[in-house]
């Protein structure tokens, strides 16, 4: 009996074992293609990683792109150019003179002050005015008793100008010497000393533009004479320019330059000296596009201190930026650097 059991199961166990074969055969199938189901999503992954990588390169390419298109350049609105003081004006044709460079002096016009004196000999019994006062012609500067008649009379102004100087205070002997020296300095002179080298370019007549020599102050007048004497220490000829100054521009004792037009010639395209600036070791003038102001690399030629001849890089007809383009220049360098940061 115990035989026959065991035949049985022996029997029963042979019958089971393919199909437990098949079924641990299926269950590594299916773990193989997990496996590699997981390998190719981690390829895929990889891939997709680099090519949103790459995409992301290529945004930053078009994002340099547009910053390089951008350099160079800064837009401001018509109001706040105005109010900053930006002006325009189309390049053309110039006359451009041959200059000679000319150092010198403002100093008082000598036919425009006087130096005032008591007509007769006597005791200052009051003076009227201080030193750097304005008076008028004809106001009373002084009065004096005379000696001879001992009664008082007036000292009074031959003309309207600035209290120079004052020689005079109460209980003086007024005998003869100036008391007072008035000028009028609505009209002064500037003082050129001219070398001997050039001496025979510089001529009475010339144009002269005489400015400071940080260029904050300028204006423009003619050589009214020539000294006929040179200057002993120096040997230099003095040359005469007369300045209007009712605005008190001008002020005695100023150092001043001055550029003489002894030559002019006609160039085809020129700008104003002050729309000229520095840019990465470049000379450029700013052009005027709607509200965009752009810097322009700029090959100049001659210039007379008013007008720069331009060989290249500005076409005629072209408005550019003639005052105030250090506003300009410092708008763009701002904007540079803040793309930089």
Do not use: C
């Amino acid at each position: 009996m115990k035989q026959n059991v065991f035949i049985f199961l022996m029997a029963l166990a042979l019958l089971s074992w393919p199909v437990q074969n098949t079924l641990a055969q299926d269950h590594g199938d299916h773990a193989h293609e997990e496996n590699h189901e997981q390998h190719d999503e981690a390829e895929g992954h990889g891939h997709d990683d680099g090519h949103e990588h790459n995409d992301h390169g290529e945004e930053t390419d078009d994002h340099d792109e547009h910053g390089e298109h951008e350099e160079g350049k800064t837009e401001i609105a018509p109001d706040a150019a105005k109010n900053a003081g930006v002006k325009t004006e189309k390049a053309a044709s110039a006359k451009i003179g041959n200059v000679i460079p000319l150092t010198g002096r403002i100093v008082i016009n000598q036919n425009t002050q006087a130096h005032v004196r008591a007509r007769f000999p006597g005791i200052v019994r009051s003076v009227k005015v201080n030193l750097g006062e304005t008076v008028e012609k004809g106001q009373v500067l002084a009065v004096i008793e005379s000696n001879e008649s001992l009664k008082d009379y007036s000292v009074t102004a031959p003309i309207k100008g600035v209290i120079l100087e004052r020689n005079t205070n109460l209980g003086d002997v007024a005998n003869g010497e100036p008391l007072f020296t008035v000028a009028d300095l609505s009209n002064v002179w500037a003082k050129f000393h001219v070398f001997p080298k050039d001496a025979d370019m510089v001529k009475s007549g010339q144009s002269v533009r005489v400015h400071t020599l940080d260029e904050g102050k300028m204006g423009a007048a003619k050589i009214d004479m020539l000294f006929p004497t040179a200057d002993a220490l120096s040997q230099t000829l003095v040359a005469i320019v007369p300045l209007s100054n009712e605005n008190g521009l001008w002020r005695p004792g100023m150092t001043v330059e001055g550029d003489v037009a002894v030559s002019e010639k006609q160039v085809n395209l020129a700008v104003r000296a002050s729309a000229l600036q520095t840019m990465e070791n470049q000379t450029v003038v700013f052009v005027k596009d709607g509200n965009s102001y752009e810097q322009m690399p700029v090959q100049t030629g001659m210039s007379d201190g008013e007008y720069i001849e331009i060989k290249s890089g500005l076409k005629a007809g072209q408005e550019y930026v003639s005052e105030g383009s250090f506003i300009i220049k410092a708008d763009i360098l701002k904007a540079g650097a803040e793309h930089v940061h």
